[in-house]
């Protein structure tokens, strides 16, 4: 009866990882009937105890299998995910809701 005019993106935050004196963020993207955001520009939010994230990377993951099918450098992983982009700010992209087909094929093809 009545449609919900809007929807509120689910905000992607990264997981941190480190590796000697590396550290990495990851931001998972899964299949998902919600709208993303993810920062434009994360290296310029993030630090881990007060040191420089070395490199963040996009996951593409099955949420069903809890697979990953892709692992691609932050912007690579946006520029896979370009045709679903809603709305860009300075700061911020959202993401149109992306089907677990669609996600297959953004990233593997």
Known sequence: MFKNLFQKPLVIEPTFYENGSEILGVFPIRDSD???????????????DGKQVTEFRILAIISDEESVIADLPFREGLGQLSSKVAKETDSQIILNPISRSELHQLFVG
Do not use: A, M, T
């Open 34 to 48: 919600d709208k993303i955001l993810l920062p434009k520009y994360p290296e310029q939010l993030y630090q881990v």
